[in-house]
Structure formats: structure tokens, C-alpha cells
């Protein structure tokens, strides 16, 4: 099956700092991919719909200047959290759907980057 | 976006069949049904999608009824290696996939 990456797996970085997180279909060429967060005991939160060559959609409430989403590449999209602060502390998780679409919804989800902010 | 309702927890035994049912009633023509699982500290993956009627693979049944307002995953003959979230999402082929808060099944020996 279609494989997703994310690095890193988990970060730990100082307040203030800035964080980058990448996403990569491994086997498979995505133009569409999706960046969830979710905290403990709750379910994903889609934060932004990623598109490659162009910019990103972000959900309501989604600040993105605090979140930057760079999809450069049909394999590579990626996420930078900007001065990071505790509460940004979660785990991020990346999906990515296959281009061209095949006929279901079937997303391909990333391992998840777990992010502490100090 | 079609709303999807799930009880939050669910208790079985090993070797007992699961069934999770979900409730969709906003459901629009050109919607899918899937289910996800996700263990703790890992990413969903996918379990089964259906449009109607029955759906089965090697690790899951979904059946759907003929209104599609609802529909239930089975889970035969579960083990303790079964026990993670269940997310059921209900969305058009081409379109983002909204999580509601899922069906935690706890699986005892």
C-alpha cells in the first residue's frame, strides 16, 4: 500500500523557536495533502489542506502565519510551526491522497510528529 | 459535511464479534463511508470504505443500509491488538475528511 512519511517523529524545541515538520508519499505522487493536529485524548483537527504549486487552504481558526505550508513537490509537503509556544505542544499528522484521485476517499496517513514545546 | 455520530466507548471480549454503528443522516448522494482505526502516538489507517449495501475485507464488514443514514463496521472474532479508536468519516471522493470524536473499543482478555 501507499506509504507516508513524516519527519521528524518527535521534537522537542524551546519557546519562541520555529519548527519544521515534512510529510512525503513515498510511493506515490500526491496532489493534495492534509495536516491534522491532535491532543491528547481528542480526535484530528484538520488544520489545512496542502496543494501542491499553489497555496494552502486553512480551516477556520487556523492562524497561517502560524502555521506555514509549503507544498513544493508532488511527494514533499511541509509545515512549519513559527515562534512556537507550550500550547502548540501536539501531535501533528500529515495525509496525503493519491493524483490522480482514485475512485474512493482513501487518505494515506503519516506516523504523526509529536511536538513539545518547553 | 455530513455529521457522523458514534457512541464514544465500547467493551468486548477476545474472540467476540464487534459491531460499531455510526449515524450519518445528513449523508449527501455523492458521499462515501470510511472507517479509520488509530493506536495512540500513530496516524489513522484506513479500514474499509462503502457507498451501500455490504462492503467485507480481510479484516472488516461495513454494511449500509438502503437510506444510508447509518452504517456499522464488524469487526469479526476481535484480540486485544484491536484495541485503538475507531473513526468513522463520511465525505465525497474528492474532498477533506472531517473527524468526529470516534469510538474508543477496549478489547479484554
Known amino acids: 500500500g501507499a506509504v507516508v512519511s513524516q519527519h521528524p517523529s518527535w521534537v522537542i524545541c524551546k519557546s519562541g523557536t520555529s519548527v519544521k515538520i515534512e510529510c512525503r508519499s513515498l510511493d506515490f505522487q500526491a496532489t493534495t495533502m492534509f495536516w491534522y493536529r491532535q491532543f491528547p485524548k481528542q480526535s484530528l483537527m484538520l488544520m489545512a489542506t496542502s496543494n501542491e504549486g499553489s497555496k494552502a487552504t486553512y480551516e477556520q481558526g487556523v492562524e497561517k502565519d502560524k502555521f506555514l505550508i509549503n507544498h513544493a513537490s508532488l511527494t514533499l509537503s511541509t509545515l512549519t510551526v513559527t515562534s512556537a509556544h507550550p500550547e502548540d505542544s501536539s501531535f501533528y499528522i500529515c495525509?496525503?491522497?493519491?493524483?490522480?484521485?482514485?475512485?474512493?476517499?482513501?487518505?494515506?496517513f503519516g506516523p504523526g510528529t509529536r511536538l513539545t514545546v518547553l | 459535511l455530513a455529521k457522523t455520530t458514534q457512541p464514544i466507548s465500547m467493551d468486548s471480549y477476545e474472540g467476540q464479534e464487534v459491531n460499531i454503528t455510526c449515524s450519518h443522516n445528513n449523508i449527501a448522494t455523492n458521499d462515501y463511508i470510511t472507517w479509520y482505526q488509530q493506536f495512540p502516538s500513530q496516524g489513522p489507517r484506513f479500514i474499509i470504505q462503502?457507498?451501500?449495501t455490504k462492503v467485507t475485507n480481510e479484516v472488516a464488514s461495513l454494511f449500509i443500509p438502503a437510506d444510508r443514514k447509518s452504517s456499522t463496521l464488524s469487526l469479526p472474532r476481535v484480540s486485544l491488538s484491536d484495541t485503538a479508536v475507531y473513526y468513522c468519516l463520511v465525505g465525497e471522493s474528492s474532498y477533506k475528511l472531517i473527524f468526529g470524536s470516534g469510538t474508543r473499543l477496549l478489547v479484554r482478555p
Open positions: 462503502g457507498y451501500k
Open positions: 495525509s496525503a491522497k493519491e493524483s490522480p484521485p482514485n475512485s474512493y476517499n482513501e487518505q494515506f
